[in-house]
Structures are given as structure tokens and as C-alpha cells.
């Protein structure tokens, strides 16, 4: 038992070991990559079902490193958040999505862009600053900008999370709540902050129809946004029932992979075409 247990030691700090090293590696890297110009910001269409138009797009970054491919956000966004890179990467993402909103716009394409925010660079003092710049330089219609921001973002300082949101939308922004319903539960503050949009949790919405406790959760949000007149969105659609299901129960802009994963503004002509053949 006792060689055992020196093993399963061994075994663990290897583990840690690596985990560190890679944690390591990706900081370092991050630091070049951004320097050199690794990332691409990509974009998944949220779709209205009843036309399959697409209404806005959610702004999702792509590293490509030149030598282990691409890197995927859930690897190296906790990583730039911890180190602070995150606010300079933020920042560029945000420039990147209003350029592309701006280009949208002048094909007279009225589409929103949501933009996801990490807890840091939501609690930055300049963010406010910085967003405002970037809108005036770009020209986009502040309208257009959905900021998509978690529950438990905005849980743990509440005053200070109110204030710097109603600065955010005195620029003339939207405020959406991602992974909605995956937080703390925080109805009773919900009222509390300016947001304008909920966006369900693909965890709700994947198992529909055979998961009926996912059924009634997933129309209980849609009817609770729509009493505090709260826009909806749903994420990680993938199935025809589940687009009906949502349609019948009110919600009629969807994301996810049964219209298009994130794409690039290159693949855009492409992804009309593929929506105009469903
Ligand atoms: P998220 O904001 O909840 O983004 C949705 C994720 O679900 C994306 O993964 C998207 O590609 C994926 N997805 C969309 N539709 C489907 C579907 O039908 N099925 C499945 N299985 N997945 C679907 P992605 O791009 O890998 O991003 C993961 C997370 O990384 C994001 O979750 C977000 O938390 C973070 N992230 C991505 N881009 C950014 C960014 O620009 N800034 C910040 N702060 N975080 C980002
Ligand atoms: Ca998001
Ligand atoms: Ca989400
Ligand atoms: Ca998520």
C-alpha cells in the first residue's frame, strides 16, 4: 500500500508538473502571439429561425500558433485573464469586431455583435474609455455592440458592477448575460442590473427532447426574459426539434452548430449560401 500510495505521489506531480509547464508555455507564447499577430477573431451567426436570417454574429477569438496549431479559448483565456494580457488581447478583440461590425454596416447589413468580456477587463478602469474610443474611431453604431458578460461577473462587487454597466450603456451598448442560469442563481438581483438580453446556457439546450427537466428549465428562462422584457437568445442549437422546440415556446433567435460553427469573415459568402439551402 505504502509503494502504492508513493506512486500515485509520483503520479500526481508529474501531472502538476505538466499542467504547470503548459501553463508556463502559453503565457510565454501568448506574449509573442500577440506581438506577432497569431489570433483571428471569428464569428458565429445568430440566426432568426422563422426567416434564417442572420440577425448578429458573436465575435470568438482563434489562436493559431505556428507550431501546435490552433489553441482553443477555454486553453489560454483563463491563462490571459490571470496574467493581466487579457486587457491589452481584450482590447484588440474589441477593435477587431467594431471594424467588422463598421464593414456589415456599410453593405448595409444590420447586424449586432456580441463581444465577450472577461471578468478582468470588465472590472478595468479604462474599459469604458477604451470601448468609446474605438466605437468613434470605427464608426459603428453603438446599438450593434452586445457586450456578453456571466452572472458571476457581475455577483461579486454588485455596486460596482451596476455602475460601471450603466456607463457601459451610456455609450449606447447592449448587455447580454451569457451562460444564463449556469451562475448563481441571482433572479432577485437580475432586475437589479441594466442588461438587455439572456443568453441560455447550451447545457439547458443540448439534451432537448429527451431531457424534460431541460425542456421546462429552458421554457421557464425564455418566459421569465420575456416578463422583464429581456431579449433571448439560445446557444449551441444544433438540432432541427430543438429550433422547434424553441420556436414554440417564444425564443426565435438561436446560435449553434445546426446553422454554423464560428467562421471567418472569408467564409461569410459560403455561410449565406449554406443558410439559404436549409
Ligand atoms: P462562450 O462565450 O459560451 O461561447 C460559446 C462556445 O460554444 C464557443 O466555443 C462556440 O464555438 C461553442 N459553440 C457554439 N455553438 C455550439 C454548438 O452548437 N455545439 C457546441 N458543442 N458548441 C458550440 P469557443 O469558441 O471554443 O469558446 C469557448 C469559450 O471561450 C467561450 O464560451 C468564452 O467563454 C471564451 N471565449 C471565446 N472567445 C472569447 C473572447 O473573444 N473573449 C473572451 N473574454 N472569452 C472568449
Ligand atoms: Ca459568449
Ligand atoms: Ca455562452
Ligand atoms: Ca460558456
Known sequence: AKAKGRNTYHF??????????ERLFIENELRTG??????????????????????????????????EGMIPPTKFIP??????????????????ACEFAARLASQDLKNNISINLSA??????????????????TGV???????????SMLMGHVEAAILQLHQLKALGVSISIDDFGTGYSSLSYLKRFPVDILKVDRSFVKDIPEDSNDME??????????????????????????????????CFVVQG???????????????YEHLQSL
Open 34 to 67: 500577440i506581438r506577432e499577430g497569431q489570433f483571428q477573431v471569428y464569428y458565429q451567426p445568430q440566426v432568426d429561425c422563422r426567416k434564417n436570417q442572420v440577425v448578429g454574429y458573436e465575435a470568438l477569438i482563434r489562436w493559431f500558433h505556428p507550431n
Open 217 to 250: 428549465i429552458t421554457a421557464a428562462i425564455i418566459a421569465m426574459a420575456q416578463k422583464l422584457k429581456l431579449n433571448v437568445v439560445a446557444e449551441g442549437v444544433e438540432t432541427k426539434e430543438q429550433i422547434e422546440f424553441l420556436q414554440n415556446n417564444n
Open 79 to 96: 491563462i490571459a485573464e490571470a496574467t493581466g494580457l487579457i486587457v491589452e488581447l481584450g482590447a484588440w478583440i474589441l477593435q477587431e
Open 120 to 137: 478582468r477587463q470588465f472590472k478595468d478602469a479604462n474599459l469604458v474609455s477604451t470601448l468609446d474610443k474605438i466605437i468613434k474611431q
Open 257 to 271: 452548430y445546426y446553422f454554423s460553427p464560428p467562421v471567418s469573415e472569408a467564409e461569410l459568402p459560403k455561410l
Open 141 to 151: 453604431e453603438p446599438k450593434r455592440i452586445h457586450l456578453e458578460l456571466t452572472e
Open 12 to 21: 500526481y506531480s508529474q501531472e502538476l508538473n505538466a499542467a504547470a509547464n
